[in-house]
Every structure is written in structure tokens, then in C-alpha cells.
């Protein structure tokens, strides 16, 4: 039998002969995959554990990682580093949900002050403060005071009253049960003194590799308020100088050139912020959930199907995309919390502004019953304003987590039971245009014909429209605009179309100034915005391309008219060549309704004498049935009748004609009208072709 110090010598020898992990020096940890769970193996008086630690810290800040480094630099500042403890104040607060704990956000801000008080530059006490305090200047933006226990249902109902008034000290007044109700709004001075001291704190933190980023977010939280889109601009611009490598110094950039009206300018930036996201965010950012209703397939690609959203493809930028990443970045600096990682876009709030852009009015305030009815009066709502229609939300534990406003449940009878994210989604179908393009945001549009005739001018050419504006589009605003074979916008001059009536035929002239472009598209693109008796509605009119007449002896298009007169033009008529034309919408012409036809030659050699000689000739066959020709006779200029052709003479190598038709039968249908036209000095000929329908 062993004696009890033989087994404990026997342990020993056992246990010395297993093999010993080598211990990690602090400076070996910062190249594990996890820094932190390798550092608090580390002892603690082991050489540069406080340096480790720093390291990492300040890598996490690199990172946007508060979490990990609240940890990591309060061991830094325990015995070494205490020029770090500013920051490690911060990082405690904000990245240890420290946020909702009043009183430990009442400790710092006195430790803030303190560290400030000997070193006024001390970042992580500037950012503290800043952001302690740009916190407050956002709840007052658009901020009314309302009496306590007045109905929240009839509150967010008067917020349209106020939704423009946000300087301080502005009033209006609402009935309510018969009683005038005084409202206040009383938002932030952009000169007062809390405002200057927290930007200019901010600002100190603006040039910190590792915190810059939170700062920025702070300052355009409060330039957002304010509507100061230079401040932000300047400010982005700022943190880029100091980290190139960052997406929001850009991303914020396009936000402030956005709202500034340099639409090129926000392009640029929001492609290279998007270039700069992680792979993670970029995909996040781009999902076409954030835009499509519920009902919708979602695009396995959508990298693609943002390319095929690009409203605008003549030119280089993508303005669907761009006012895509615009509205993301404003609802991920004013609702998202960078120090969890959650994105703005995922709150209720931040949904609305991703899918129906930025409101055109707000308001908040705070008062009201709670929706279950009771009489708190220190409820927190806000109302975002559109065109037509408005959102609701609520903000009761009062930490700044807004959801949809929820009334009594009556309110919502015969809603679906699966709708419990958009619940408030009142306006799904009421999809809201983005700002400043005359377009839809889904491609789903409505293609209506159109007639086009194209024409040489001094310079290059003119393009004629004609169409007939459909119900329901009388308010509609509208662009017109001529493509090239390769989908480059190639018109200039004003876009606009008028007279613009609902029901009635429209004519516009657009002019390409290109030597030989080759092909036309016309195209004109009508928009009726959202209203909360129907969605968006946008119908594009179109045609076949028409051939641009580049040879040296060519025809013009043959315009269909129905009515041609001399003399000066009117609203609604084309005027050429001394003549009043109105275009017919869309070459469809009674029985009994005379039928003009518009056309130019170009190019007439001249002959010995100096003059022209050339022919028309004009046949209308059915297109069905290629018979004998149906046209009686013609009229020319002055109604002079001229058969089915006639021959002329002139001075001028280029010369523009209408003709009256008259056809021998009376049957309905599709024809096709075609004009010859034969140079008898240069023995050669040229032909042009349109559809005509009788009724």
C-alpha cells in the first residue's frame, strides 16, 4: 500500500510531464483573432499590458467598435495613460448601455468638465460633452409645448398647423373641445450659446482618427435640425481630410450637396462612400426591401436591379441610387445607434424616410393621452409631413426609440394581422416621387404612343411631338427629351411641355443640335405624384425611332396635320416655315375630317439655269391589301389641285410643302400614305412613309 506522500509525489511527476502552453505576451495578443479574451489572460504586472490594451482600444474607435473599446481603455487608464481618460469616459458611457443611466451620465459630464477644465483640447471630453449635448439640441428641433393631457389623436391631426414653424417663440393656436389650445414651438437657437459651445466641442473631436466619425454624426444631427447644409458640407469635408479611408465623411459629403442642389457633387460622393462600406453594410444598404412594398419579389441581385432603376440613362450618374444612399444617410444620422451597430434605416422612422424620402414638414411635441387613453401628458410624438399624407410616432419610454404611432385598436379594424412592422404604413401604395426628377421610383411605367417627325434645322435638327395627355394627368408635371442610338439625351433647350390640358392633344418641338446623329427617340415622361386616393402615376409616351434625314438629298418625316393654315402660330400649334401646324396625336382621322401632310426635301440640285425641277407623287394604299392606290387628289399650297402628283420648280435647294388629301374610298382602316420625291436634275429619288387610320 502507497503512503499518501508517495501518491503526492507521484502527482507531481505526473503533472510535470504534460505539456505547458506557452503564456502570450500583451504585445503577441493584438495579433489574436480576439485581442480582449487573450489580454485578460495576460498577469497583471506584465510588461506593456497597459500599452496592449491602449492599442487596442484605439483600434476598436478605428473600427466603430465602442463596445470593445469601453473595456479595453478603461485598463488602460487604470495606472497608465490617463491622458486617455476622456475617452475612455466616453466609450463607457456610450458603448456599456451606460446611455439610459442618468445618473453615471451626470458623473461623467462633471469628470468631462474637470478634464476639460486641464486640458481644454482633450478629445474624449469634447466628444462627451458634444454629444451629451447635441442629443438635447436634436429633441428640441421642431419641438412644440402643448398643455398636458390634450388627446394625442387630435395633437398629431393639428401638426400640419405647425409643421413649418420651428424658430424659437413661434405660436399658433388649435380649437380644441371648444377651447383654444396655445402651441409653442421652441427649438434651438443656431445662435445661442449651447449651440456654438457644442459645435465648436464637437469640432475639437472632428479631427481624431479614431473618434471623428461619432463626432461627425453629432454635427449633422445638429445641421440637420438647423437646415444648415453648408455647416455639414464643411464639416464632412473636414473628417475626410482626416480619415480618406472612412464611408461616412463621404456619405454625409453627398447628404450636404444633396440638399445644397449639387446633384453631381452628392453623386460622386455617395459612389465613393458606397465603395468604401464593408461588404456587409453595402448589401445592407442596397436591399431593395428598404424601397419595395411587401407584396413585391425581391431581385436576387441588387447590385443589378439598382442599375435598372437609373431613371435617367443619358447620364453618368445613377439618380435613383444616389437619392437612395441620400436617404439612408439621413435617417441613419438622426435615428440610427452607431454604438450597437444598428442602422437608422431599421426603425420605424428610418423605414419612412428610406421609402417616402425626407418629409416636407415635422413636428414633435410632448403631452397628450398615451394610446391607451391615459392622461399621462409627458408623451412623446412626432408627425412626419408628405404631400397628401403623414406619418405618426411615438416615443414613450422618452430614450429616442420612435414607433409607429398606435391609436386606440378601433382605429386599425380590418387590418391584416401580419402587417405588424408597417402597421402605421398607412400610404403603402401612395409611393412619394424623389425630389427634383421628374420620374417615378419604380420603373412600372405606362407606355402610350406618341408621333414623331424629325426635321433638318439651321443647327441639326428639330424633333416634333404629338400626343393626347390621358385622364387623370391634367397636374401632371412632365419632361420631354430626344435620345441618340446610344441612350444619350442629345435635345437641348426647356424640357417643359405646354399647354398641358387633360384630354386634349399636345405638340412639342425639341431641337438636337448633332450633324448626323442617325436614329432618333423621342420620348416624353409625365408624372402624377401620390395622393392618398391613388399611388404615383407615371406614363411614358414613345415611338419607333425615326430616321434623321443626313443625306445630302433626303425627305423630312411626312407630319399628318389636321389643320395647316398660314399665318402666325397658336397655342398648342407648330409654327414653320410661315405656317400655323397642328399636329395630329396620333394620325387618326374621320370619314369626312380633312387630312394634312406636312414634309420638306433637302437638297434639290439646281440646274444650268440655277433653278430645280422636281416631282411629287403621293399614293395611299390600305395596308392590309396593296391594291390599287385610294387617293382622289391632292391640294397644294394656295388649295390648288393637283392630282395625285404634281411638278415644280424653284430656287432654293431645300423647300417645305403641306398637301390636303382626298381618297376615293370611304372604308375604314389602316393605310399607309407615301411621297416620292424625284430630282429631275440629278435623275435620283427619295421616298418617305407614315400610318394613317380612318374611322
Known amino acids: 500500500m502507497l503512503r499518501p506522500s508517495a501518491i503526492l509525489i507521484a502527482l507531481i511527476l505526473v503533472g510535470s510531464s504534460l505539456p505547458v502552453q506557452a503564456q502570450r505576451t500583451a504585445a503577441q495578443c493584438l495579433t489574436e483573432d480576439q485581442p480582449a479574451v487573450c489580454l485578460r489572460q495576460v498577469p497583471a504586472n506584465a510588461p506593456g499590458l497597459a500599452d496592449a490594451w491602449l492599442e487596442h482600444g484605439l483600434q476598436a474607435l478605428r473600427s466603430d467598435n465602442v463596445p470593445g473599446a469601453a473595456e479595453a481603455l478603461s485598463h488602460a487608464v487604470e495606472d497608465h495613460h490617463q491622458g486617455y481618460r476622456g475617452l475612455a469616459l466616453w466609450a463607457t458611457q456610450y458603448g456599456t448601455g451606460a446611455l439610459l443611466g442618468p445618473a453615471r451620465s451626470a458623473r461623467n459630464?462633471?469628470?468631462?468638465?474637470?478634464?476639460?477644465?486641464?486640458d481644454s483640447l482633450d478629445v474624449g471630453a469634447n466628444l462627451l460633452l458634444g454629444t451629451q449635448d447635441a442629443r438635447e439640441l436634436a429633441r428640441r428641433a421642431?419641438?412644440?409645448?402643448?398643455?398636458?393631457?390634450?388627446?394625442?389623436?387630435?395633437?398629431?391631426?393639428?401638426?400640419?398647423?405647425?409643421?413649418?414653424?420651428?424658430?424659437?417663440?413661434?405660436?399658433?393656436?388649435?380649437?380644441?373641445?371648444?377651447?383654444?389650445?396655445?402651441?409653442?414651438?421652441?427649438?434651438?437657437?443656431?445662435?445661442?450659446?449651447?449651440?456654438?459651445?457644442?459645435?465648436?466641442?464637437?469640432?475639437?473631436?472632428?479631427?481624431?482618427?479614431?473618434?471623428?466619425?461619432?463626432?461627425?454624426?453629432?454635427?449633422?444631427?445638429?445641421?440637420?435640425?438647423?437646415?444648415?447644409?453648408?455647416?455639414?458640407?464643411?464639416?464632412?469635408s473636414a473628417f475626410r481630410r482626416v480619415r480618406p479611408d472612412h464611408a461616412l465623411g463621404y456619405l454625409t459629403g453627398a447628404l450636404a450637396a444633396d440638399r445644397e442642389g449639387r446633384a453631381e457633387a452628392a453623386a460622386t460622393l455617395a459612389q465613393v462612400g458606397l465603395d468604401l462600406l464593408a461588404p456587409g453594410e453595402r448589401h445592407d444598404l442596397l436591399n431593395p426591401a428598404r424601397v419595395l412594398s411587401t407584396e413585391e419579389r425581391l431581385p436576387e441581385d441588387a447590385e443589378s436591379w439598382w442599375r435598372d432603376q437609373d431613371p435617367i440613362a443619358l447620364t453618368p450618374d445613377n439618380e435613383r441610387l444616389t437619392e437612395h444612399v441620400v436617404r439612408w444617410v439621413y435617417a441613419d444620422v438622426r435615428f440610427g445607434n452607431p454604438y450597437e451597430g444598428e442602422p437608422g434605416a431599421n426603425t420605424n422612422p428610418g423605414s419612412v424616410i428610406v421609402r417616402y424620402g425626407m418629409p416636407v414638414g415635422e413636428m414633435q411635441y410632448t403631452g397628450g393621452d398615451t394610446p391607451a387613453g391615459a392622461a399621462g401628458g409627458w408623451d412623446r410624438y412626432a408627425v412626419f409631413l408628405y404631400d397628401g399624407f403623414d406619418f405618426r410616432f411615438m416615443d414613450l419610454a422618452r430614450t429616442g426609440e420612435w414607433s409607429y404611432y398606435a391609436p386606440r385598436s378601433r382605429a386599425f379594424e380590418g387590418w391584416r394581422g401580419d402587417t405588424e412592422l408597417r402597421s402605421a404604413d398607412y400610404v403603402l401604395l401612395a409611393r412619394q416621387r424623389f425630389r427634383d426628377i421628374p420620374l417615378l421610383i419604380e420603373p412600372s411605367w405606362e407606355i402610350l404612343p406618341m408621333q414623331v417627325s424629325v426635321f433638318r434645322a439651321s443647327r441639326g435638327y428639330d424633333v416634333v411631338m404629338a400626343g393626347i395627355v390621358p385622364d387623370g394627368l391634367g397636374d401632371a408635371d412632365r419632361a420631354a427629351f430626344v435620345l441618340d442610338s446610344g441612350s444619350r439625351m442629345v435635345s437641348l433647350g426647356d424640357p417643359g411641355v405646354r399647354p398641358w390640358q387633360e384630354g386634349s392633344p399636345f405638340v412639342k418641338a425639341?431641337?438636337?443640335?448633332?450633324?448626323?446623329?442617325?436614329?432618333?427617340?423621342?420620348?416624353?415622361?409625365?408624372?402624377?405624384?401620390?395622393?392618398?386616393?391613388?399611388?404615383?402615376?407615371?406614363?411614358?409616351?414613345?415611338?419607333?425611332?425615326?430616321?434623321?434625314?443626313v443625306e445630302s438629298f433626303a425627305v423630312s418625316s411626312v407630319l399628318l396635320a389636321d389643320l395647316i393654315e398660314e399665318g402666325e402660330v397658336a397655342e398648342g400649334l407648330w409654327n414653320r416655315d410661315g405656317l400655323a401646324i397642328f399636329p395630329s396625336p396620333d394620325n387618326?382621322?374621320?370619314?369626312?375630317?380633312?387630312?394634312?401632310?406636312?414634309?420638306?426635301?433637302?437638297?434639290?440640285?439646281?440646274?444650268?439655269?440655277?433653278?430645280t425641277d422636281y416631282e411629287v407623287t403621293a399614293t395611299l394604299r390600305s395596308e392590309a391589301d396593296e391594291g390599287r392606290p385610294l387617293l382622289a387628289r391632292m391640294l397644294r399650297r394656295g388649295n390648288d389641285s393637283v392630282g395625285a402628283g404634281f411638278r415644280s420648280s424653284g430656287s432654293e435647294a431645300s423647300i417645305g410643302e403641306y398637301l390636303l388629301l382626298e381618297r376615293e374610298s370611304r372604308e375604314g382602316g389602316d393605310y399607309l400614305l407615301t411621297l416620292t420625291i424625284t430630282d429631275r436634275v440629278a435623275q435620283t429619288a427619295v421616298e418617305a412613309t407614315t400610318r394613317v387610320r380612318f374611322n
Open 588 to 611: 387618326t382621322f374621320e370619314d369626312d375630317a380633312p387630312v394634312y401632310a406636312y414634309f420638306e426635301v433637302y437638297g434639290l440640285s439646281p440646274g444650268p439655269d440655277g433653278r
Open 142 to 236: 421642431h419641438r412644440a409645448k402643448v398643455p398636458a393631457g390634450t388627446n394625442a389623436d387630435w395633437l398629431t391631426g393639428r401638426a400640419a398647423a405647425g409643421s413649418r414653424a420651428t424658430g424659437p417663440g413661434v405660436r399658433f393656436s388649435e380649437r380644441y373641445r371648444g377651447e383654444t389650445v396655445d402651441i409653442s414651438v421652441a427649438s434651438a437657437r443656431p445662435d445661442g450659446r449651447l449651440m456654438r459651445t457644442t459645435l465648436a466641442r464637437l469640432r475639437r473631436a472632428l479631427g481624431s482618427e479614431e473618434v471623428g466619425a461619432f463626432a461627425l454624426r453629432q454635427l449633422a444631427q445638429i445641421h440637420i435640425g438647423t437646415d444648415d447644409w453648408p455647416a455639414l458640407s464643411e464639416d464632412a
Open 510 to 549: 425639341a431641337s438636337v443640335p448633332m450633324a448626323a446623329p442617325g436614329p432618333l427617340l423621342a420620348r416624353l415622361e409625365a408624372v402624377s405624384p401620390a395622393t392618398l386616393q391613388g399611388p404615383a402615376r407615371t406614363v411614358v409616351f414613345t415611338d419607333e425611332p425615326a430616321r434623321a434625314p
Open 109 to 118: 459630464r462633471s469628470r468631462a468638465r474637470a478634464l476639460l477644465r486641464r
